[in-house]
Every structure is written in C-alpha cells, then in structure tokens.
C-alpha cells in the first residue's frame, strides 16, 4: 500500500517567518493533494500537483511536485495567524481507477503573533 | 456554487444503534468519497460512489455501507455501531477521478 510521510509533525513559526512542510511517499505519486484543516472541522482544498516538477502558487502558499514524483514540499511565506491549522497531504490510490486519497498523518502549524 | 454540505453535524448514538449521515455534493460533481478521521488512525477511505456505482472500497468491515442517488447526494450507514466508530466523518465530491475533491465539514459522530 502506499504511504505517506509528512515532515514536522508538528511547526511553531514566529509570524512573519517563512516555513515548509515535506510529504514524501513510498511510490509515485500521480496526483497529489494539500489540505488545510482546523481541529475537528473539513478539509480545505488548498492545491493538486500531478506532473513531475510541477509548482502551484495560492497567496503565500507555494506547493511543489518534484521530478520524481516521489515528494512534495509546501511552503508558507511571511506565515500569519490565519495560517494555523493542520496541513494534510493526500494522495490517489494509483493502483486502483477513481477517487482514493490515501493521507499523510499532517503537520500542525501554530504561529505565534 | 455552493460547497459540500454533510448532515447531520453532530451526532450522537448508544453502542449497537445504527446511524444514517448524508452527504451532498457541489452541483455537477457525480463522485462521492467518504472518509473516517480518529486521532489514532487519521483519515482513512470508506468507500467512492460514482453514478449511482460503488467504484472503490477501503478495508473497513461490512457494518459501514453507502448509497448513492440518482441526484449524485449519498448516504452512509453505520450498523451494530462500537465505541471504536466515534470519529469525524467526512464526504468529498469531485466531478471524476483524479479531479480535485472538496470536503464538507464532516458530521461528528460519539457513540456512547
């Protein structure tokens, strides 16, 4: 089965400081998704990367696929309050047709002002 | 468009009832995915429906069980619930495979 390892478990930023967050996986990745979650509330849609070398950007939040296809990093520039929550990665169940995310286990991003 | 909305939101259950939560998805979106969410397993995949079809299974015992409609909207049931089922329960709609899947704000369940 494929597995998903993120990197920190968990990150205390001073605001105004940059951070990223690591996912990395045992096989390739053919899609790969990043959430945000607060505590005990949904998941929000934060990026997919599919092509190897692929990087998206969304306000201060860049999140890259690398060549291999193997790991993707999430990086916050100038991180705010409102960047606290837990970020999860995702990926699909490439050896089975249609929608299975299997998840990384987060990363809890707390960020003092 | 309106996101994804998951009923009830809360819940609460005695050990051996049985438990109904239904998920509709964003006009459009014809697959449907649920997802338990334990502090000590994480996000875990139930089950996928697409067109009315269950496409993919996790490995969850036959107690959990789903539905979809023809108007895409889908229900989950839990049976003879345990302890162990209290959990965040989440749905996510996606218009196909490998298209980007938005989640509800997931219906807590605490069976007791």
């Known amino acids: 089965s494929q597995e998903l390892e993120q990197s920190p478990q968990s990150l205390i930023v001073q605001e105004g400081k940059n951070l990223t967050i690591n996912c990395t996986s045992s096989?390739?990745?053919?899609?790969l998704y990043w959430y945000k979650q607060k505590y005990g509330e949904g998941l929000i849609f934060l990026m997919m990367?599919?092509?190897?070398?692929e990087e998206k950007s969304h306000e201060k939040i860049t999140a890259k696929l690398d060549e291999k296809k193997q790991q993707s990093s999430l990086h916050i520039t100038a991180s705010q309050p409102s960047h606290a929550g837990i970020y999860l990665c995702?990926?699909?169940?490439?050896?089975?047709?249609?929608?299975?995310?299997?998840f990384g286990a987060g990363t809890i991003l707390r960020v003092k002002s | 468009k309106a996101g994804v909305t998951q009923t009830p939101r809360y819940l609460i259950k005695t050990r051996g009832q049985q438990v109904t939560l239904s998920c509709s998805p964003i006009?459009?979106?014809?697959?449907v995915s649920w997802y338990q969410q334990t502090p000590g397993q994480g996000l875990q995949f139930l089950f996928e429906?697409?067109?009315?079809?269950?496409?993919n299974k996790g490995n969850f015992p036959g107690r959990f069980s789903g539905r979809q409609f023809s108007n895409s909207r889908s229900e989950m049931n839990v049976s003879t619930l345990e302890l162990g089922d209290s959990a965040l329960y989440l749905c996510?709609?996606?218009?196909?495979?490998?298209?980007?899947?938005?989640f509800g704000p997931g219906t807590r369940l605490t069976v007791t």
């Open positions: 996510a709609s996606s218009l196909g495979a490998g298209r980007e899947q938005y």
């Open positions: 096989k390739t990745l053919y899609g």
């Open positions: 990367l599919q092509k190897g070398g």
């Open positions: 995702g990926a699909d169940g490439f050896m089975e047709y249609g929608n299975k995310l299997v």
């Open positions: 006009s459009g979106h014809r697959s």
């Open positions: 429906y697409f067109s009315e079809t269950q496409r």
